[in-house]
């Protein structure tokens, strides 16, 4: 997808710190970190947001899911940790490539909204 910032993170043609990649998906450090660790897991098919979620497109997410929880292991989030997917505008999502962010490494804040 042109001009989408993560399709072209997957592409290498903007660098990433990669945490774990295979054919399917990518999991890459956030730029801006909110929390220790702060990881964010795409798809590598473009799709826009969890919005853009059908019958047709949807086993990635179980797949990106059951990698979550091996990647919060390997990082040593053994005591917890937060999976969250903002969705467009009013969910205050900024890049329009579904992604899941991995929050963790202290106590995060219980505030849902
Ligand atoms: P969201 O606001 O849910 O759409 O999340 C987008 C996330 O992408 C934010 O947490 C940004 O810090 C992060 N981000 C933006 N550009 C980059 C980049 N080049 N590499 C890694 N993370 C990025
Ligand atoms: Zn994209």
């Known amino acids: ?5 993560f399709c072209k993170i997957i592409a290498g043609e903007i660098p990433s710190t990669k ?5 399917k998906i990518l ?6 970190p909110q ?3 702060h990881i964010l897991v795409i798809p590598k098919e473009h799709i826009a947001g ?11 997410v179980a797949h990106i899911f ?5 990647i919060a292991k390997q ?17 205050g999502q900024t890049v329009r490539h579904l ?6 490494g202290k106590k995060l804040n219980t505030e849902m909204a």
């Open 19 to 23: 945490v774990y990649e295979d054919d």
């Open 35 to 37: 929390a220790p660790t």
């Open 99 to 104: 992604h899941f962010h991995i929050l963790g």
């Open 75 to 91: 990082e040593g989030l053994s005591n917890g940790y937060r999976v969250v997917s903002n969705v467009g505008e009013d969910g």
């Open 27 to 32: 999991a890459f450090r956030d730029i801006n």
């Open 66 to 70: 059951a990698k979550i929880a091996e």
């Open 50 to 60: 969890a919005d853009e979620l059908n019958e047709n497109n949807s086993a990635v």
């Open 1 to 5: 997808m042109e001009n989408c910032l």
